[in-house]
Structure formats: C-alpha cells, structure tokens
C-alpha cells in the first residue's frame, strides 16, 4: 500500500511541474519597485475598484428612486459615520495609480515600507468603551469556571463497568 | 425523577445521552476537540455580532473595523474574542490532531472519521485566512495577493477564485460571503459528520492497554465539557481584555512587507527558499494527512510499538516549529 501511495505522490509532483517551476523554483533578486509595481498591475483591475461596474456598462444604483437602499448612504439622511473616518489617502486604487504615475524611481518600495505601519498586537486601554462590562463579564466567565470546577456538576462519580 | 425531568426526557429524548464512554473520555487529552467545539461556538457567535458592524466592500471594510474598535460599545472586546477564539482554535485543534495520531485513533475502523477531520482541519484554514483577508489592512490585502498568484497557476481551474470569475464583484465581497457562509456551513456538516462518527464508533480506547474497563454516561462527559469550555471562554476573555489584535490601515498595493499570522508563518519560511512553495506545500501536506490511514494499516496502537509513526510525528512538530520561528525572524529575500 505504501508504494502504492509513493506512485501517486509522484504522479502528483510529475503532474504539476510547470506550476511547480513557474517561478523558476528557488531565490530570486530582490526587484526593483518598477517590476514590482508592472508586475502587480493587473490585481487592481477589479478587486480593489469601486468603479468597476461603471466601467462594465452597469447603472449607477443612486440614479434610480431606489438606489439609495443599496447605497452605503443612509436613506434617513443620517451621517454615515465611516465616510469621516481616515483613510490614507483616498481609496486604495487611486493611491496606487498616483504611485504609479510618479514614476519608478529607485528606492521607492523601501520609501513605502516605512508608510506601512506594521500592525502589532497592542495592550488593550482601561478607557477602552465598555471596559468595565468586559471586566464583569470576564469574572463572570471565571467565577462559573470556578464554580464548575468545584462542584463538578453532572460529572458524577458512578463509573460503570464496561466488561 | 421529577414529572419535569420524566416530560423533558420523553418530549427531548435526553435519555439518548445516557450512552456509555469509556472513563478516560473524561481528561484533557480527550477533551481537546470539544474544546475545539467550544472556539468554533464562540467564533459562531462573535462572528454574527461583528457582521452586524462590517462593511465588505474594499473602501470601507477596514475602516469599519477601526470603527467597530474605535467607536462601537465594547467593539473592541467582540473582535478580541473573536480573534483569540480562532488562535485558542488553532492551538486545541493542532493539539487534537496530534493526540488522535499519538493514540492511533485513526485506524480501523475510523479512517472515515480521520478524512472527516481532515476536511474540517481544511475548512478551518481557509476560515482562518479569509477571516486574515478581510480586516483588510497590508497583512490582508497580501495575504488575498499571495491567494491570487497561487490561483493564477491553476489557469482555468482557478478562474472561480479570482475577480475574473464575476466582473464588477469586489473579490473582498466574495470573500466575506465564503467566511461568513459557505465555509461555516460546509464546517458545520462535517462537525455534524464527524460527531455521529465518533458516536458510532465510540472513543477510541487508551492506546497502551492502560484502560480500566470502566465506563460513564455521555451526559457525564458533556458536564465535564461544559467546564472546559467555560476554563476555554474565560481564557479567551482574559486575553481579549489585555491584548488587542494587530489591525493595520487601509493596504498600500502592490508591496510585499508584512509576514502573515503565525498560523501561516511556516509556508513564508518555506517561500523564502522556494516560492512555488505556496503551492505544493498544501497539497503535500493534505495529501500526507489524508495517506496516514491507509499507509499505517497495522491494528498496533501502543506508541512505544509504533517507533516510525512516532519519529514522523516528532519530525513534523519540530519541522514546523522550526519553520515558524524561522520565519518569525527571517526577512523575506524575494518579491512575487
């Protein structure tokens, strides 16, 4: 059975060379921003854009008399709260195209490394909303814990013999 | 018994619980995947309340979670436990794996029960890295790049899985709708699978005929469960009420800067030296756990009688620890 399985491991590994070695299968140069960016320009075309369905021919969704109902918009009128939030500079395609259009200077991808802000785990605030709640809830958790692991409910002493 | 107690059992059918197990059901080492249970229930519920406050589009999915844990009453504590109930998740589950390996469970007749498992240990990855995907900061926008490239290589087959499957969908959408549907509910099925199997086939016995032929209720196993899963929630608590999960601003596209979650760390290791990597370790590492069954056919369960199962093992635990602190600490030396 074991060579069986070795076959198909092959069979496998055989099967998807030109996948395995399309990256030419080991360490490559670090590349320059101007590749990098060339190289990443098709992921934009649609993930990332907003405009995607004008572009494809699509009515615009506020146009209609209902389309506020499936626009991020409040049909109340109440503010949306996340349109005052920061974000950068704009959407996230157009940052990359202005990138993009500066030109392909050297040492631009190591000028955006220091943008990104690497995002580390952090030490929650004690003036965190709901803090307090949290708190309670927390000893509330541990205190059933507790309780449990005392009075050890339901799990009972009464061992059967199986045989 | 009380009226109440005879009413409930013939309505509800409790008395199906009185079922016996083995003694030893009852201890951590057999308790690991209802402890698993327990994150993914929590994961489950965390997981509703947050969507009621995400925004799955690209222009606003990671600024509403800076709002969720900036603005929204205790946001930030639903997002703590939904994230440290997924790395909670991953730990027992690895956990579980390993002691069903160590005490051979997975041989006859549970080998079905071993694929099942296997499948969910799939779904829970992929629930683990959309959920990465979605926060959508650097780490997520890299981690959806890295997916891309991988489906790319598939050519046709991979189509479904980019922006070129739906025009004018926001593939961040679609991946919202994976992690909060499609995957959830395929997890849900399999678990449903997986319990009525161990049912079926009842707890494996202790693998070196250590085991004192006595036995409990299942209703006394669950009492047991409940109390780890209240040590499981309360830990997840506390870590949810001192560490707060990383979360990034909006990505900057086209870089390659972050390291992925520690879960993932091991496969930039291995990307690192060989960038196809990303696409034949999953599969080797899928198609070797779904091989163990049918390659150890021998009814042997004692470890001590098993010296090769038992190197495999301690070889891949090292390896992958190995691989994860190496790519804690190693800088990547490619670009994609």
């Known amino acids: 059975m074991s060579g069986k399985a070795i076959l198909i491991l092959f069979a496998f590994l055989l099967a998807a060379p030109s996948v395995a070695f399309a990256h030419g299968g080991g360490h490559s140069e670090e590349k320059s921003s101007a590749d990098l960016t060339e190289e990443v320009t098709p992921l934009n075309d649609s993930i990332y854009a907003v405009d995607a369905g004008e572009e494809s021919g699509m009515s615009d969704p506020s146009d209609t008399p209902m389309g506020s109902l499936f626009s991020s918009n409040d049909i109340l009128g109440n503010e949306d709260p996340l349109a005052d939030m920061e974000m950068g500079d704009g959407e996230p395609m157009k940052r990359f195209k202005e990138k993009t259009d500066a030109g392909h200077e050297q040492g631009q991808h190591e000028m955006h490394k220091q943008h990104v802000e690497e995002a580390t785990h952090e030490w929650v605030s004690p003036h965190a909303k709901g803090y307090g709640v949290a708190v309670g809830i927390t000893i509330i958790s541990g205190l059933v814990f507790a309780g449990l692991s005392i009075l050890r409910m339901g799990e009972g002493n009464s061992n059967r013999n199986l045989e | ?336």
């Not at chain 2, 890295?129 to 890295?146: I, M, S």
């Not at chain 2, 395929?186 to 036995?215: C, E, N, R």
């Not at chain 2, 495999?312 to 800088?331: E, M, P």
């Open chain 2, 1 to 336: 018994m009380s009226g109440l107690q005879k009413i409930l059992k013939e309505r509800l059918g409790i008395h199906l619980l009185d079922y016996e197990v083995p003694d030893h059901s009852n201890s951590i080492k057999y308790s690991l995947g209802g402890m698993t249970m327990t994150s993914f229930g929590v994961l489950v519920i965390s997981g509703i309340l947050l969507a009621q406050f995400f925004n799955p589009t690209p222009e606003r999915a990671n600024s509403s979670v800076h709002f969720l844990m900036d603005q929204v009453y205790m946001g930030w504590f639903l997002r703590g436990i939904h994230f440290w109930a997924g790395e909670i998740l991953t730990v027992t589950l690895v956990l579980h794996m390993i002691r069903v390996f160590y005490t051979a469970s997975y041989k006859k007749p549970r080998e079905v029960n071993w694929l099942i498992g296997v499948g969910l240990f799939g779904l829970m990855i992929n629930l683990m890295f959309t959920g990465t995907v979605l926060k959508w900061d650097q780490e997520g926008y890299e981690a959806l790049d890295h997916f891309l490239w991988v489906a790319e290589k598939f050519g046709i087959l991979g189509v479904p899985l980019t922006e070129n499957f739906s025009p004018g969908i926001p593939l961040l959408s679609r991946v919202y709708m994976a992690h909060i549907s499609l995957l959830p509910i395929l997890t849900i099925m399999l678990l449903g699978l997986h319990l009525f199997y161990i049912k079926y086939h009842k707890l494996s016995a202790k693998p070196d005929g250590t085991d004192t032929g006595k036995s409990i209720t299942f209703a006394q196993h669950t009492a047991y469960l409940r109390r780890a899963g209240a040590g499981v929630f309360t830990f997840i608590c506390l870590l949810a009420l001192t560490i707060s999960p990383p979360l990034g601003n909006v990505p900057i596209m086209g870089l390659e800067v972050t390291k992925p979650p520690w879960q993932f760390v091991w496969i930039y290791a291995l990307e690192n030296i060989w960038v196809p990597s990303l696409i034949v370790a999953p599969f080797l590492i899928g198609f070797c756990l779904v091989s163990v069954p049918f390659i150890d056919r021998s009814p042997e369960t004692d470890p001590k009688k098993r010296p090769i199962a038992m190197l495999v093992l301690w070889s891949t635990i090292i390896l992958f620890t190995a691989l994860i602190l190496w790519g804690k600490f190693t800088t990547m030396t490619h670009s994609m």
